[in-house]
């Protein structure tokens, strides 16, 4: 029982979807924990039909594929009943601020209903998690080191305190067994592992960026409301967007590749 919960419901949620965009991307997967003042709860889960194909890269991290949702209830359809649920409630999850929250209120709003959040406590245990125990510099140099960094800010300092973390870290990490490690994760002292780990690659990437990514052959937009989009039909239907990439804060090769494309030429997959 948590004794945080005293005047109303407290419900935790997670969603799987089908990929990272708040505007574009769909729920395929719903599932909520409700704490009740008196210490009860309830645990329901349910997978939805997103009304759009479910993108194989979005498939490998949750396992859900077309054909597991395919006689699914659209959200549209459990909305009513789901709003209902959650009148009154307070919101909890980790790491939902930026992504569950405005994605649920989306698909709200898709079926016509206004779920408002302003109203409601929302506790997210993630930002918690980095609130208690924070990811400095400074922080990091106290556990890793057991020093106060005085001089934080001062580049001397902060790059030399730096390197004693990064020796603290080799020193620890090495000596974890790999029950202790994360799961998919290999431990070594070995630079070309500790840059991939500090580096993970976007899965079918074009650019380094991941703006663009390689869908069965074609280069497809990963982002904003083009997401998922083929390039050349980009090109051709909607070449302002290509021109608006031009202007705004892109890196060279994502605006290298809006530029070709908008001459006609397109990357080729090796």
């Known amino acids: 029982m948590l004794s945080v919960v005293k005047d109303r419901p407290l419900v935790f949620f997670d969603l799987e979807t089908t990929g990272t965009n708040v505007l574009t991307d ?5 599932s909520v924990v409700k704490l009740f003042p008196d210490g009860t709860r309830e645990i329901k889960t349910r997978r939805i039909n997103p009304e759009m194909h ?12 077309d054909e597991d949702v395919k006689d699914a209830p ?7 009943s789901l709003y209902i649920y959650l009148e009154d409630c307070d919101l909890g999850g980790y790491n939902i601020v930026k992504f569950d929250v405005p994605v649920l209120v989306r698909e709200f709003q898709r079926a016509g209903l206004q779920f408002e959040t302003k109203n409601r406590r929302i ?4 930002y918690l998690y980095c609130k208690m125990e924070p990811r400095t510099l400074k922080a ?4 890793f080191c057991g020093k106060n960094l005085d001089e934080a800010h001062s580049a001397e300092a902060d790059t030399l305190a730096t390197v004693e973390v990064f020796e603290a870290e080799l020193k620890k990490y090495s000596a974890w067994t790999s029950e202790e490690l994360p799961e998919d994760v290999e431990f070594t002292e070995d630079l070309d592992v500790i840059h991939n780990l500090c580096n ?8 380094p960026d991941g ?25 051709i239907e909607n070449p302002d967007f290509l021109r608006w ?26």
Do not use: C, M
């Open 26 to 30: 769909r729920i395929v997967e719903l």
């Open 54 to 65: 479910i993108p194989e890269e979005a498939s490998e991290v949750h396992g859900i594929y």
């Open 245 to 270: 990439i031009l202007k705004a804060d892109f890196s060279q090769e994502v605006k290298k590749i809006a530029s070709d494309a908008l001459k006609g030429y397109f990357p080729e997959k090796q």
């Open 74 to 80: 659209t959200f549209r359809r459990i909305a009513q």
């Open 200 to 207: 993970p690659k976007i899965q079918d990437a074009v650019d």
């Open 140 to 143: 990091a140099y106290k556990t």
């Open 211 to 235: 703006r663009f990514r390689w869908k069965e052959g074609e280069v497809v937009v990963a982002f904003g409301r083009n997401s998922g989009q083929k390039l050349k039909t980009i090109a």
């Open 123 to 126: 506790v997210d245990a993630y």
